[in-house]
């Protein structure tokens, strides 16, 4: 059987990884796909504990956060497609339509 540190160690690295990804990608679609790793991490961590205590609330939450994290998807990727159509990259650092 596998403890609980062993799934926290594994959330923790993944949680690593996605987070160094979001700060140092330039590509959008890498930064949502760290975003989504976070959240797989978080949802790691929330089945752990909620395995060790016997309690069905983290399942709840975890498909919760699934359920947000599909529609951030599908919208993320809907503005992107809107965004390259009108500037031809998906590079972070060309995109200033927000600034004054």
Sequence with gaps: ?????????????????????????????????????????ANLALIAFSRALNIMDGHAFVFLVLAVAAAEAAVGLAILIAIFRNRETINIDRFD???W
């Design 97 to 99: 339509m927000l600034k």
């Design 1 to 41: 059987m596998v403890t609980i540190p062993a799934f926290l160690i594994v959330a923790v690295v993944i949680f690593g990884i996605g987070a160094v990804g979001v700060l140092i990608s330039r590509n959008i679609i890498v930064l949502f796909m760290c975003v989504e790793l976070m959240l797989n991490a």
